[in-house]
């Protein structure tokens, strides 16, 4: 497909990912008139985004670190194809000061932050002093490298058990441990620096109080790099395991509207402090006793973007691509609102029964929700193998309500609709997210999975030969049903959707 010259900045955009998210970007791209450029490695031949863009570039192994984390290949199909753009989606490149730095030398336009953006949230020290400086309020703790566990068990004492080392050059929950009592300060803190070295090349660890049972609110920002930013609220994505995200909702159910303000008042601060350009996340913890702190800045657009889109009625890749094209920021402050509810399930490729272990293979068959609110992001379809070699993420499904309990509601009914048959994944989880008293009144924190779910109490998964069996006497139950000979649903209730977990408890009298 020929790309119009239109005088902007740039008529083409490489897209520097994969999955449902370069599928969700393409997307956003084509309904701009740009023009669209996929890359993809040796497992991705077929995949989603391949098949969806104008044009795809073949850029190595299916290894990430040989393929979609090599810039220079990134670089070499921009140039081959004439993109005048790159987009980094989210993993992969997108927070690599470096890669954003030699974009934009080579003359290209990254569609993103500054490598100095990137640079300062990515190191927490140089974070913490940055927003302190700022006038953002984060963990009480301290802004400088500790070496010497006398030195942090001061501070400790200064600022009271329990509280957290973290690595400076950490995130996402990787090199941070908790430290209860003096005893335990020396070797934690020569553990993590040990980690935080071997893990990052950067032992720089720091001290800060820890918050039991917090929640996890961000903030959505877009900044234009000359120090304007507005916010589009919040999301809560405090459903996690092991600092894996699995569902999110905006707003947040903790925030009072008090509250909402002073947070998203804080997250645009941050952005402003460092001229950010873009789309960002400012992500706080809120305490129980509802004081909240800034944790770090996430400088790409997020996986979870789609339910800050759904209240808020934007397109944040549309305002990425507007903003570096250097037409400001598309939306005003004024203007902006949440409206509704919206709910995000992520469906990983994933056995609940087996502590979550991933799971490949063929996508043999699958049955989209849809209705009123219903959103899909897909990153693959039926035929598609399922790769070992990339996050187990298949697809996001994002609810819209008018609120929180309609939007619950509604979720029940579209995940019942879902079917997805192949590799093994955490739909059912989902459903029995859905059901939990602590998510249905919101009080649910980041120890929500921990505390609340319990794989022995999950129904294995089936073997191929159990499967065939079941769906031979589904079939033959649906049949009688029609027949009249069997009216009782409580047999099968295949009208319910959720036929596979139904029909196996009336095989097996389970519950
Ligand atoms: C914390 C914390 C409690 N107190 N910092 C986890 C990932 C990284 N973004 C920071 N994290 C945390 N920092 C203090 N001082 C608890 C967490 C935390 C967490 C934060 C957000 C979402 C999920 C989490 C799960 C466990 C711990």
Known sequence: MATRKTGRKFDKVLVA?????????????????????????????????????????????????????VGDKILAAARETGAGAIHPGYGFLSENGPFSRQVEEAGLVFIGPTAESMEVMGDKLASRRKMRSSGVTVVPGTDEAVTDPEVAIGIAE??????????????????????????????????????????????????????????HIEVQVLGDGQGNA???????????RRHQKVIEESPSPSLTPELREKICAAAVQTAAAIDYRGAGTVEFILAPNGEFYFLEMNTRLQVEHPVTEMVTGTDLVHAMVKIALGEGICYRQEDLRQQGWALEFRLYAEDPSRNFAPSIGRIESMTIPQGPGVRLDLG???GFDVPIHYDPMLAKLIVWGEDREQAIARSRRVLGEFTLHGPVHNLPFHQWALEQPAFIDGSYTTHFVEDEFDPADWLPELDAGQAEALVAATALFEALRRSGQATEEKNVDCAAGNWRRNALRSMTGNK
């Open 380 to 382: 693959v379809y039926e």
């Open 158 to 215: 200064g600022i009271g058990y329990p509280v957290l080392l973290k690595a400076s050059a950490g995130g996402g929950g990787k090199g941070m441990r908790i430290v209860r009592k003096s005893g335990d300060m020396a070797s934690a803190l020569r553990q993590t620096m040990g980690e935080a070295g071997s893990a990052f090349g950067n032992d720089a660890i720091f001290v800060e109080k820890y918050i039991e049972n917090p929640k």
């Open 17 to 69: 990912n994969r999955g449902e998210i370069a599928v969700r970007i393409i997307q956003g791209l084509r309904e701009m008139g740009l023009g669209t450029v996929a890359v993809y490695s040796e497992v991705d031949r077929t995949a989603l985004h391949v098949l969806m863009a104008d044009e795809a570039v073949f850029i190595g192994p299916s290894p990430a670190a040989e393929s979609y984390l």
């Open 230 to 240: 507005i916010h589009l609220f919040e999301r809560e994505c405090s459903v996690q």
